[in-house]
């Protein structure tokens, strides 16, 4: 058995390392997001501050280790061998948890996947025991430390609430001293207001928060806290000073320092709260695991109250998670993904939303709307008059969408402060409160207060944040559920289910890492990327569009071939892949035209009529991509409800049909880019001829329809597809004789473009 158990250990410690790496690209976005929001400096400059303050952190968490030990159940009431199911099971369980969310580029709590897990997990093996000593359910209290769990519960759904209602707040204050004129307050209010940030910062983050950890001891935390108030006057003092000197003689930004420092205490108070939930389970279980081997009882016999007592981790093993976090910080790329999830939905300026409104969203802004007309009834007009200047932005200054920050220094500095101090507070009482819901609701409340959220957005942004809300609430349950029932497993299914659970676990893992990188890849769109400059000429307007009218005629054109084959073969795979196709498609140019008011802006000239073409081309083209989507839906719901195969003779009509039809789309996507007016006129007698061809059919068809008096579903739905075939002719006209109106006003970028389609074709 001693085997068996160090298996299940070495488990643990890879599934550590694991998670440790699935938990940062989670949480890196809790303390990142304002400093990458901002700009405030390089992003090499940012992650060497936050690792600093991570490696810092870990080395003061060992404090909070013990929650993973006995803070949701009594270990004293468990065995060896239970302890461990329940640990394995919590382990595989929140791994395959945070990496779900992180795939989706959705911010989750590792405090409440863990809280709940062990909860799950232990909930699960207790009631086995009661069951297997015949006992009653009632002593279900006694295995699981409820109130604790309880008040640690409460705390984190508790912080929800405060965070958004404390950022909003000190948000609405700062900028009413600052306004958004910056340039003004820079060496007036931002040292003041900079120095009681920074101070408030280091008070509760490394006086308060590294209480209990290795870095200060318990004695000379105590004597701290019993000169509090004057030892942190005299450092806040000297702190004010030192910014009006820097600002003063040597020009620094202090708001810049302010956020930095910030980004560093939270990361800081992120690794001195969080490692629990990473490593705390696998630390126990090597602490178990080295009582076990001490001790000359079976591993169902051995009880684990020596877990309840005060047991210090090794520094060594918390620098080794800090380096861990470290690496994993500067490679993951879904940390990047969370991490544009919450920059979206605070960001100040306007553009493309990620999330779709909904009913809750749409009454919580109506609602706002309402509260915010009877406030304006207690307050003068010269004071709405005053508190509209310091909220109007200065919108002049022409700035590179791409260098464009998400927010200012002013919010970027509310964001970090409040969400350290309250972090850190928490983490001092040994309470394991979410970084992530704390500095996710911190932004939403700052954004809130910075008007960030206007009448055109801002059904979309609480839409985004109940979306995120409401996936905190699903990793409860899933947590809760998931580790129960792997734990089941386990207990039943021994070493058997332990190898197939870990298996499944690195299968699951690589398949979501290939799902995420081809996710990121469907929302890479060429023409917002070429278009992220402030200063866009006609030529490119031209030439990008124009390769966006190729590379979709040649995207319908396999669509046409693989619906026809489908159709055919009556195979749904090939119909579901096409209308799959059809479908990104249509998000993108959905996305394309919200873009258009952008480059409105941005192009230097509107007077050729290049952007009148760009719209009207985009217009048609997603017009093109619908009829697609029309004929893949017929002709699926035909297959699905097994009507009567296409005759013999319609089947080979509509498939010489769309051949030619196919072969056109092709010519004319060459054409297009390379505008050779040979291959024009050529191009033009062959749309012609496929006009008489679609003519000649459908009254050869209409004849037979009146000859049989009857109509069947495939007469249909052959009706319907020649209608959209002359549709989509119809549309080429369009987009043909736009492009007729510009002539050569901007030749394309032939070379290129070519390389790019056949690049897009690959």
Known sequence: ????????????????????????????VNFLNSAFGSKVAQKKTILTVAAVGILLGALSSSGMMEIARKGIFNPALFSFADIMTIFLAVMITDILLLDLFNTFGLPTST?????????????????????????????????????????????IFLSVFIAFTIGFIVQFISRLLFSFKLARKRKTIAPLFGGIAITTIFYF??????????????????????????????????????????????????????VLFGTFSLAMAFAGNDLVNFIGVPIAGLQAYGIYKNAALPADELGMSVLGDQIQTSVWLLFAAGLIMIIALRFSKKAQSVTDTELNLARQSNGNERFKPNYIARVAVRGGIRIGGITQRFVGVKTQHK??????????????????PAFDLVRASVNLMVASILIAFATSFKLPLSTTYVSFMVAMGTSLADRAWTRDSAVYRVAGVIHVITGWLLTAVIAFTGAAVLALFIHFGGMVAITGLLIL????????????????EKYVHPLLVSYAKSSISEHDVLDETKYRISITLFKVSCTLNDLVRGLEKEDLRILKKAEADIRTNEQEYSALLKTFQGYLQRVKSAESGVLKFYLHALNDLERLLQISAKNAHVISSHI??????????????????????????????????????LERIQINGRKHALRRILDDIETNHLLQLSAENKQSKNRQLFVTILLSYRETLFLLDQVQHLLDQLGDEAPAKVDSFQKKKSTKMN
């Open 1 to 28: 058995m001693d085997s068996f158990y160090f298996i299940i250990v070495l488990a643990l410690i890879l599934l550590a390392i694991s998670d440790l790496v699935v938990g940062v690209s989670n949480d890196a």
């Open 111 to 155: 405090t409440v996947s863990i809280m709940f897990e062990l909860l799950g997990a232990a909930f699960l093996v207790a009631c086995i025991k009661i069951i297997r000593s015949e006992g009653d359910f009632s002593e279900l209290g006694d295995y699981l430390n409820g109130a604790n769990a309880l008040i640690i519960i409460l705390g």
């Open 205 to 258: 983050l490394l006086i308060k928060g590294m209480k209990g950890g290795l870095i200060l001891s318990e004695e000379v935390s105590d004597t701290i806290l019993s000169n509090a108030l004057p030892l942190i006057s005299i450092i806040g003092l000297l702190i004010i000073g030192i910014c009006y000197g820097l600002s003063y003689l040597f020009k620094i930004d202090i708001l810049k320092l302010v």
């Open 387 to 404: 508190i509209q200047q310091k909220f109007t932005q200065n919108t002049t200054k022409e700035v590179d969408v791409a260098d464009q």
């Open 505 to 520: 676990t690195v299968m699951l893992m690589i398949r979501s890492h290939v799902f995420h990188k081809k996710r990121e």
């Open 640 to 677: 699905r409800n097994l009507h009567q195969p296409f005759q013999k003779d319609d089947l080979h009509i509509l498939e010489n049909l769309t051949t030619q039809m196919a072969a056109f789309l092709l010519e004319m996507s060459d054409q297009i880019l390379t505008e050779i007016q």
